[in-house]
Structures are given as C-alpha cells and as structure tokens.
C-alpha cells in the first residue's frame, strides 16, 4: 500500500502575511487596536472562526465591532483573505507526488474565507484526495480529534503517513501516532525528507 502524503496549508503550500489584511481593514475602520496586525494573527476570535465555533458572520460582526470597520462583509472576506502567496517548489513537489500515484490530502488549521480564496486562485488545491479543515471539524491541530479524522478520511494509519507541516507541536503530535511527520523548514529539506520514506 502507497503512503499517504499529508500536507498542511499556510506555510508550507501558501504562504501568508497578515500584515496585508491589516493595512486594508486600517483604512477603513475607525478604532484600530495599537497593532491590528498582532490583533488579527493572535486574536483569540480567530482560533474561534477556525475551530468552527463562529460562523463566518459572528466572525465579522466580532472584529468589526473591536476594529470600528465601515464596510461590509464581503469588502471584510476579501481583504482578510487576500494575503496569501504560492510556496511554487511546494506545489511543484505535490505535483510530482501526484504523478507518482502517491495520494494526498491538506490537513489545515483554517477558515472558509481563506479556503474559499485558495480554491478559486490556486489552481493546485483541487488537486489532493481529501481535505481535513479544522473549521469542519470543530477541532484545531494538535488536537486528537483532527488526526483521528485525517486517518479515517485517507484509510491510513502510523507510518503508512507522511505529514509535512512547519509547526512543531503539530508535527510531534503526527509523530505521537505513528505518522512520519516531516518538520518542515525549507523546500529542499522537506524534499529530501520524502524522498526518504518513500
């Protein structure tokens, strides 16, 4: 049986930058947080949007009224979720895994603006097997529940894993179970990581 790859999203597929967000929502809200940037990456409403316990709305609704944002929640959803960049010799690794017939599937922390914006601008996304998102799942890695469901999604168990992801408390967590998890630092390492196992 041919592992399964596992990748995460945010920083080892795509890149993103909260900064660009935060410079958008500034010039259209009238009582910023001394760093609306800190506020939007560490902010505990975020953690609640991608754990599934806000809606896309009461998400809105929370920031609009902590920032005093003028507009409305679509000029909202683009400008939070514009900050993405490719990670190409990522996409262009996941592609050759691909042709080798190797099945593969996102494993993510994150929320139905950011996935909404990747389906429609990267093309690569809907190229995997599967998608476990933490904002479907009601959980957030490293959390049990998340990894439980990526192992039922992909019928696969312990080594038959290997999962790439750049946080370490994700990845020891993979590694708790069995997976062979794959820190994830810069293209080449990862590649050559990979390589390896399979």
Do not use: C
């Amino acid at each position: 049986m041919k592992p399964s790859i596992i990748f995460d999203l945010g920083k080892v597929l795509v890149d993103f930058d909260y900064s660009i967000a935060a410079r958008k929502i500034t010039t259209h809200s009238s009582k910023v947080p001394e760093d609306l940037h800190l506020f939007l990456s560490s902010s505990p409403l975020l953690v609640e949007y991608e754990s599934g316990r806000l809606t896309r709305k009461q998400f809105f609704d929370a920031v609009r009224e902590a920032v005093g944002f003028h507009g409305d929640i679509t000029g909202f959803g683009k400008f939070f979720a514009e900050i993405f960049s490719p990670i190409e010799p990522m996409i262009a690794l996941h592609a050759e895994l691909r042709r080798r017939g190797l099945p593969t599937y996102i494993f993510s922390n994150t929320n139905d603006l950011a996935v909404e914006h990747i389906r429609r601008d990267f093309p690569f996304f809907g190229h995997f097997d599967g998608y476990i998102l933490s904002y479907e799942i009601g959980a957030m890695k490293p959390q049990p529940q998340i990894y439980e469901a990526m192992e039922k999604m992909s019928g696969r168990r312990g080594a038959e894993i290997i999962y790439i992801d750049d946080r370490l408390e994700n990845v020891k967590a993979g590694s708790a179970r069995g997976w062979r998890a794959i820190l994830h630092e810069t293209p080449e390492k990862t590649r050559a990581a990979v390589e390896k196992f399979i």
